[in-house]
């Protein structure tokens, strides 16, 4: 398969995925009161309950699928970016510079979907702190890694 089929695969897979998430987001908005009114007998919660929770779990795995896909391209770009400043492979500079993207992208990525999750009745509050959590304790790891390659870098120039 040519290079310029696989992108289009590619591509075409994270518009699916997108327009998986959308409808299935929309259906989390839309169904729940049609069924809010139906019991299920022995639990304390409505059908629209359920409705609007699987949907929205539906909704979430098909972005995160979305969200995977562009990364490997995310990838994939950043090594020819990385390529072209002149930075071999082998080097812990390329790594370093990775791991800087990833968190600038982790910071977009949690203030663009930080409203989206306030927005959600009951739950809104608490799934964007841990959200904002999750991100946090990923760049302190990221930010972790990068010391210590400088360190290890640091110390391979300057002890014999």
Do not use: Q
């Amino acid at each position: 398969m040519s290079l310029e089929k696989k992108k289009l695969s590619r591509l075409f897979k994270v518009l699916l995925s997108l327009l998986a998430s959308l409808v299935f987001w929309l259906a989390s908005i839309l169904l729940p009161p049609a069924t809010s009114g139906i019991a299920i007998p022995g639990l304390e919660m409505s059908v629209g309950f359920l409705v609007w929770l699987s949907s929205l779990l539906l909704s979430a795995i098909f972005l995160l699928h979305a969200l995977a896909l562009v990364l490997l391209f995310g990838e994939r770009l950043t090594d020819k970016f990385v390529r072209r400043l002149g930075i071999n492979e082998e080097k812990p500079s390329k790594r370093i510079l990775k791991e800087v993207i990833c968190i600038i992208a982790i910071l977009l990525i949690v203030a663009a979907i930080s409203p989206f999750l306030k927005a959600i009745e009951k739950l809104g509050d608490e799934l964007t702190a841990i959200t904002t959590f999750i991100a946090l304790g990923i760049i302190v790891i990221l930010i972790y890694d990068i010391g210590r390659g400088i360190i290890n870098e640091t110390e391979r120039k300057l002890l014999p």
